[in-house]
């Protein structure tokens, strides 16, 4: 009967286990749809100033002079990687510090400062030595804007000094629930594509011209203030994509070790079964034995 009690035991600690699973897996539900709406609620205001910033440009001529968009030369570049704080949710943070060293090792040439979001990442980049410039924990699966917006400014003010070349972003793209891919966004120096201008997608040419937009002041003071805030909130897109797609793989992650957890279960009650049908034979060989002995 020991081999049905170590059985047994071991049931019921898989039960525990997928129950914690299990509840870990609606809170991550729950988060994840609070992390969708917060993404979603963004995403027309991003949409909207880079639509007035393309405007803007195109009222000017097109003639776009601003330290955020102009090269530097110096070979320092910044990779700001954003991972999580906290585990359990598969390869989401595998499939980040992946994409950040393929990066790094194709700009081998270039001094690069890594910045580092996140605890999950900063142990990644101690474990291999590499040297880690800033590091972050302050902001959890639930960013706000006036946490990220300092990190963005003291970039553009080291940028606008001349001190960093390129601003990388290595973040976790949200696509859909069902895929999410890990990306490497330049943030700075901002490009004719970033701000719109340019872009496929933008409307065309002629649907810009049709409106007629009296400036006041004159468009290229207005870039002056819009673009340090396109950048800013570029920045924090990447942040609520990152808070959305830790909640679909810590979702997907709970669910799968929940199934696997009732597989598990399943297999163990048969086991349990055959050793216990395995015993009473046994004890019923015994009997019949005896009984025989006896005549």
Not at 16 to 28: F, H, S
Not at 48 to 57: C, D, G, M
Not at 238 to 244: K, L, R
Request: proline share 3%; glycine share 6%.
């Amino acid at each position: 009967m020991a081999n049905a009690r170590h059985i047994v035991k071991r049931r019921k600690a898989v039960t525990n286990i997928r129950k914690i699973t299990k509840t870990m897996q609606l809170i991550a539900t729950a988060r994840f749809q609070q992390a969708f709406n917060r993404a979603m609620a963004t995403k027309p205001y991003t949409k909207k100033i880079t639509q007035l910033v393309s405007e803007l440009a195109a009222a000017g001529g097109g003639q776009l002079d601003h330290p955020l968009m102009k090269k530097n030369e110096t070979t320092k570049d910044v990779v700001l990687v954003l991972t999580s704080n906290r585990g359990l949710c598969g390869g989401y943070n595998a499939g980040l510090v992946r994409k950040a060293m393929e990066h790094l090792n194709r700009h081998t040439e270039r001094n690069n400062e890594i910045h580092v979001v996140g605890k999950k990442g900063i142990a990644y980049f101690k474990f291999i030595g590499r040297k880690i410039g800033r590091a972050i924990t302050s902001i959890d699966d639930r960013p706000r804007f006036e946490q990220v917006e300092p990190i963005a400014t003291e970039l553009m003010q080291r940028y606008e000094a001349g001190e960093i070349g390129n601003v990388y972003v290595v973040y976790m793209r949200f696509i859909s629930t069902g895929r999410q891919v890990p990306e490497v966004m330049q943030l700075l120096p901002l490009t004719q594509d970033a701000i719109g201008v340019g872009d496929a997608t933008a409307e065309p040419a002629g649907a810009q011209a049709e409106i007629q937009y009296d400036f006041s002041p004159e468009p290229v003071e207005l870039l002056k203030k819009l673009l340090p805030q396109t950048v800013k909130v570029r920045l924090y897109q990447c942040f609520t994509d990152m808070a959305v797609s830790e909640q679909v793989a810590r979702m997907v992650a709970m669910k799968a070790a929940t199934d696997a957890a009732g597989d598990m279960i399943k297999s163990l009650s048969r086991q349990y079964n055959r050793a216990r049908q395995t015993q009473i034979t046994m004890e019923l060989l015994d009997i019949v034995g005896g009984a025989e002995a006896l005549k």
